[in-house]
């Protein structure tokens, strides 16, 4: 469309000539049709055409979502708050009466889910959430879960309670995990990270040991009790809530929707990312086995790829793609898409499509490569279409839509 400056005044024909305030609206006018263009864009993906609409921006470093059943949805972000979108516009006033999650590094306010059975009576009416606590030099991951009440100008979480608190925590500013899936059985499986401490030490080691939560995935009843199967209930001195060991940094779980397997995705070192079915009393390796090599140095990692006795990955990354984020779409509008597992990627800043053919990955794409920015969550959303979280100070919830 041409725009000409007369427009917006008769009696002058060049920008001196314009009023202040005619000026001012032509450059509001540029900005609103400018911002319009660019909240959504097009692209061509190798089964859809494919618009990405930007429903909402302006969150700091957005972590998890969640879709309440009246239409609303919540939003984490990593500086310690949860908010709330309502008819795509994010409400003013952040949720309060949570406990306080710390900023530190990687860590602060983390996933949120909703209680499986939320909606069908106020009973199960429970939000879960996890997030860094802690004092300074003693940090780690725990998991909440509390009721949301209050008017629309503010929202409160009441009946909070704290499920879960790792055990022993660090001063690292890295590696605390973390995602929270439902199983099919109605228990809760949390993800954590090895918290990243100085191998030099052996504290990489930590991931192995029974009697620590780093490096662990860890399984809870819905109001936070250890179920009485767990692997580990009468080992001696182990943690009773662990449900797999080995694991590095998981940032990524989602339950598989025809077998109710609990798959999920970790950060490898410098390269060896990994998918990995979480099944427990199994043991996933870290430190000691893995496909990946030490930061600057390249060199190599505890004994190799494999060892007898722990879990090879069921698919890795070499290089490293930083995932973060992971759902299997279930929807109707993408009908191409259709049981492929979807992966947030950081470093290549892209959303990796997998296709399966049982467990096996047989396939994979990897769109929207520095287009959208950090994917650090992918969720299937209730409409069918998918949504994402972008990391950035400037973080946005972005929609995917087939273009038909």
Known sequence: MNISFSHFSRSAPNVTGISSMWFMLFILYIMLTSTASDAQKIFDTELHKVRAVSLVAGLANPWGLAFLPDGRMLVTERVGRMRIIENGKLLPAAISGLPLAVEHGQGGMLDVVLHPKYGQSTEFNWIYWSYNAGTPGSYGTEVARGKLNGPRDAPAMTDVQVL?????????????????????????????????????????????????????SIRLTDDGKVPPDNPYVKTPNARPEIWTLGNRNMQGAAMHPLTGKIWSHE???????????????????WPVITYGVNYGSGTKIGEGATKEGMAPPLYIWVPSIAPSGMAFYTGA?????????????????????????????VKEERMFENKLGRIRDVRDGPDGNLYLLTDSADGEIIRLEVVK
């Not at 228990?187 to 029974?210: C, H, N, S, W």
């Not at 950060?267 to 390796?285: A, C, K, R, S, V």
């Not at 509008?333 to 990955?361: C, H, I, M, Y």
């Open 164 to 216: 879960f608190k790792m055990m022993p925590k660090s001063e690292k500013s890295f590696h605390f995990g973390s995602r929270i899936v439902f199983d099919r059985q109605g228990f809760m499986i949390v993800t954590l990270g090895d918290r990243g401490d100085d191998p030099a030490k052996g504290y990489q080691e930590r991931a192995q040991k029974l009697n620590d939560h780093a490096g662990k």
């Open 333 to 361: 509008n993408f009908p191409r898409w259709k049981g492929n597992l979807f992966v947030g990627a950081l470093v290549k800043q892209s959303l990796v499509r997998l296709t399966l053919d049982g467990e096996k990955v």
């Open 267 to 285: 950060h490898g070192p410098q390269g060896g990312d990994e998918i990995n079915i979480l099944t427990g009393g199994t043991n996933y390796g």
